[in-house]
Nanobody, 123 residues
Framework: QVQLVESGGGLVQAGGSLRLSCAASGRTFSNYVMGWFRQAPGKERELVGRISRTGVSTSYADSVKGRFTISRDNAKNTVYLQMNSLKPEDTAVYSC????????????????WGQGTQVTVSA
């Protein structure tokens, strides 16, 4: 089992920044690909981005490329999502998730989930 707890959400004006954190406990953190997902009301869950086990490789949704950055600190068992130039359309509940699989492009491939943190961007 892996337990994930997100923090850092809140209300921010458009153009602002937030950094989300996801602290993991349980099994060896570095064994897992970590993903950040978001879900806005009435919309499907979206993979925002993911980071490889070592942190060397990252990938992002087109909607956040150039604005969001994922990083991880395996010594601290924590993954981060730095969000810059926020837009109202970024408003959603953001969740981190851990995957032990080779393919990690959709939610069904992630085994463990945090409870989510609300991010609200005002115009």
């Amino acid at each position: 089992q892996v337990q994930l707890v997100e923090s850092g959400g809140g209300l921010v004006q458009a153009g602002g920044s937030l950094r989300l954190s996801c602290a993991a406990s349980g099994r060896t953190f570095s064994n897992y690909v970590m993903g950040w997902f978001r879900q806005a009301p009435g919309k499907e869950r979206e993979l925002v981005g993911r980071i490889s086990r070592t942190g060397v490789s990252t990938s992002y949704a087109d909607s956040v490329k150039g604005r969001f950055t994922i990083s991880r600190d395996n010594a601290k068992n924590t993954v981060y999502l730095q969000m810059n130039s926020l837009k109202p359309e970024d408003t959603a509940v953001y969740s981190c998730a851990a995957s032990s699989r080779v393919v990690t492009v959709s939610a069904r491939e992630y085994d463990y989930w945090g409870q989510g943190t609300q991010v609200t961007v005002s115009a």
